[in-house]
């Protein structure tokens, strides 16, 4: 059942980088819309970054200049790299993959992984 499987978490100092990895066979190709999500504790969940279909990027602005999304289809990955960790980078993350089943498909069916801990300490 588990589609989507996040990895590369862990505990980070302040100002350290993580690189964070999504690993969905038959689900993630490069004409195929990803996401990044995370969510805090007492926080609702919120797009951090995201690849469109045609590549295009676009990022939180609070993560905006020191995060990366990348992808690759072949490898059926796709990649958070994050620099200049800071405290209120702190939250489980998630990937998203959003299918289009059909053309014209208006919302698309959403997959998503269990998430994986970044916690960044002084």
């Known amino acids: 059942q588990v589609q989507l499987v996040e990895s590369g978490g862990g505990l980070v100092q302040a100002g350290g980088s993580l690189r964070l990895s999504c690993v969905g066979s038959?689900?993630?190709?490069?004409?195929?819309?990803a996401g990044w999500y995370r969510q805090a504790p007492g926080k609702e969940r919120e797009l951090v970054a995201h690849?469109?279909?045609?590549?295009?990027?676009n990022y939180a602005d609070s993560v905006k200049g020191r995060f990366t999304i990348s992808r690759d289809g072949a490898k059926n990955t796709v990649w958070l790299q994050m620099n200049s960790l800071n405290f209120e980078d702190t939250a489980v993350y998630y990937c998203?993959?959003?299918?289009?089943?059909?053309?014209?498909?208006?919302?698309?069916?959403?997959?998503w992984g269990k998430g994986t801990l970044v916690t960044v300490s002084s």
């Open positions: 690849i469109s279909s045609a590549g295009t990027t």
């Open positions: 998203n993959v959003r299918v289009i089943r059909y053309p014209g498909d208006p919302y698309g069916m959403d997959y």
């Open positions: 038959g689900i993630i190709r490069n004409n195929r819309a």
